[in-house]
């Protein structure tokens, strides 16, 4: 029922920057968190970033913080991913994520029963 559907990947020099999209579509949709979640080949998939959209308030994985920015827009919906001086480190197949409902947490896989497709990142050095 729920589809979210990526786009904005690519790639680009480290201290560069890129902006990920996101849009949810359905018919009857509501999300309390919206998150970006990143997979790198041979690791485990790892949180990013979230939103709760109630409120906007947002949550970032220490790796990211101060360089990454999680938005959103009520329209259509969508969220957004702005990430700046990026590292190499940062390569990976970005995922969005979308929970219709709160347990106590955000920032697990197991948290969102939603996922995008995925769209691959990739920084250079």
């Known amino acids: ?32 968190f919206m998150a970006w979640f990143r997979q790198a080949p041979g690791k485990d ?6 939103i709760r959209w109630s409120n906007a308030n947002t949550y970032y994985a220490d790796s990211v913080k101060g ?12 969220v957004y991913l702005q990430m700046n001086r990026l590292k190499p480190e940062d390569t990976a197949v970005y995922y969005c994520a979308a929970t219709s409902w709160y347990r ?8 969102y029963s939603y996922w995008g497709q995925g769209t691959q990142v990739t920084v250079s050095s």
């Open 104 to 111: 106590g947490s955000y920032d697990r896989t197991s948290d």
């Open 67 to 78: 360089r990454f920015t999680i938005s959103r827009d009520n329209a259509k919906p969508t």
């Open 1 to 32: 029922q729920v589809q979210l559907v990526e786009s904005g990947g690519g790639l680009v020099q480290a201290g560069g920057s890129l902006r990920l999209s996101c849009t949810a579509s359905a018919s009857t949709f509501s999300s309390n």
């Open 45 to 50: 998939r790892e949180y990013v970033a979230a």
